[in-house]
């Protein structure tokens, strides 16, 4: 390839790196030219959502799952161009994330060229008053599609892997109908110990903190010293009683303690006077909805750990933006990631992303959060393509988010 030898030809090529976006995937000889030749000519013809749903075997849920669910559901994105190229994303049905997806944003992306990707973005901001799921599963969608027209898997899209392999951490040990957690939980967490999982989160809460604390300490017992395990409050505690299990989780060498208290939407009241008085790290952010969330409350020191997730907060760019805010704080960022195969595949190429937050050895490199309870769209809607292997995930080098989607299976569970 010809390098650039003026000032001028330089600085062209540095601005398309530095950008960020698909803006850093031109070529060299188009980024000189700035006339776009070469770039395919799509155009977004239909935009479909499809709700699924199905009845689980067994009810389940967290520690405020009043009753437990006995449903699963979530809501999928498809876009389809021109030229016969789809992509998809993925996200959950709530605060009526699919009515704003099929009467506003749709129709703004309708005869657009999905390489258009920061202009899309912009535009999809504007009219929803900031509802982050729909954006996310309709942002997720574009960087499929666009990866899929540029031969590029999404990481590369957005300037280039970190990492090739994602450490994973599974969140296994929910509350289950029908089986007492002292059996339950040290059961599931030697099982996944037996599968070859090295981190484990479970959830607590539910019951009064005397009676979880013992089996805590079965658990560990269970899975021995070697195998990292984290806890997820799920917004069920005081912080009194938030302090008290975090003290009894040190001391059984937990890696963190996730949203103890109410997280009263992308707010998080009490969690930065919470953070100053906490034994071990305090992870949270599930609920955010944008980067403006993300930063208020990285301002006030709220968590050790933030968890923005890509499906609620904005989707892929959002996250990655989330992530290098915190870096500048010294925040570690660990997306949440609870859904199918299509939150996961996003989430996976997302973390290769996501910055350490020092310059140092990688000692806290982010981990991926795999849920394990039953969901027929996990290892169902992409069967196969993104697997464990000794504790790791590898981030996949297939176009978009590297998986191909079942849409046999959709229909089948679409409602």
Partial sequence: MTQPTSRRGMLKLGAGAVAGGWTATIPAAHAADGDGAGWPDLKITRVT?????????????????????????AL??????????????????????????????APRLIGRNPLAYRVLWRSLWGPNFGNG???????????????????????????GRFREKIPVYVSALDYVEGIEIEKWYPMRAEKMVAAGHKAI??????????????????????????????????????????????HYLRAYDFEFLEEPLPQRSNNYPGYDELRKKMPLPLAGGEALDSREAAKALIDRRAFDIIQPDASLCGGIGEVVFISELANLSGVRCYPHCWGADIVIAATVQTLALVPDPHFGLPTDTPFLELDQSENPWREGLAKGQIEVEDGFVTVPRKPGLGIEVDEALVRKYAV
């Fill in 49 to 73: 959502s499809y709700l699924l749903e199905c009845e689980l075997e067994r009810a389940f849920g967290a520690s405020v799952s009043v009753p437990l669910d006995k449903t699963r559901d």
């Fill in 76 to 105: 999928l994105v498809k876009i389809e161009t021109d030229s016969g190229l789809v992509g998809w994303g993925e996200t959950s049905p709530i605060n009526g994330a699919r009515g704003t997806i099929d009467k506003f944003l």
């Fill in 133 to 159: 799921l729909a954006v996310g599963a309709v942002e997720m969608a574009l960087n499929d599609l666009r990866g899929k027209a540029l031969g590029m898997p999404v990481a590369e899209l957005f300037g």
């Fill in 201 to 246: 989160k479970m959830r607590l809460g539910r019951y009064s903190v005397e009676r979880e604390f013992k089996v805590v300490q079965a658990v560990r017992r269970a899975v021995g010293p070697d195998v990292k395990l984290m806890a997820d409050g799920n917004g069920a505690y005081t912080m009194a009683n938030a302090l008290k299990m975090a």
